[in-house]
């Protein structure tokens, strides 16, 4: 877990197609912004893109709350069988997520403004998920989906 | 409060308050909008406040969060909120996150918003 942790932190954004750097409030919204760009030019439907974008939108907050600053990197994969695949990398090198699965629990939250429901929302918008993270190291956070066929 | 500080133009009709959003919503924006719409309640004396989101894009959940506080805080205030409009995205991935927009009288367009304030 520890190795996964540092690895991921490590991931050169040179391999992305676009990165965001979080560092003020108004970053949400230009990574937001990104994410449906890109989500639009690959073709996902308008319900996939917005779920993209608000994906993106709740793990840049949880940056910009909890590490105060840290990185969205996005790219697309193509995968071998079915259609192209957007991946998002959300890192930040905060002081990371003690228990991970209480963070996952809908409702739960350190925050006071806030209904606890960011991260186990985002696992239900996307097709992949998941968290790495070390306490005194970092949390990285990828999700995926997919573009689906009509 | 003069048109500069409102973050959202409004329209008053009758006794509401028609909130139509055209801009993007980011966090300091729906912050704004809540200390706006409290303002505008206070001078206006209005019976609802209608959000009309037909162009919102996107609703996340410090949004959805920061809304239906201020559904709350109107309902204190003596006020009724109503949001109308919601795109058929935002609905789905609202839903999925299972968001519900407390505090919120939901519906379909305006007219129907309108319906809802002034039915008995």
Redesign the interface.
Known sequence: MARKAKELLDIPADDFEMVVRIVREEDIAVARQMAKQLAQGLGFSLADVTKVATAVSELARNIYRYAQTGKIMIRKRLEENGGPTIQVVAVDRGPGIEDVDLVLTRGYTTYERSLGIGLSGIRRLMDFFEVVSEVGTGTAVVVEKRRRKF | MTFKEKVVPTIRVADCLLVPIQI?L???TVEQLQAQLLAEIQEQRVRAVILDVRMV??????I???LS?TAAMARLMGCRTVICGIR???A??LA????ELQGFLVARDLEHALALVWSP
């Open positions: 993007d980011d966090d300091k894009e996107v609703i996340d959940s410090y959805s969060y920061t506080e058929p995205p935002v789905l991935t999925q996150m299972g968001i």
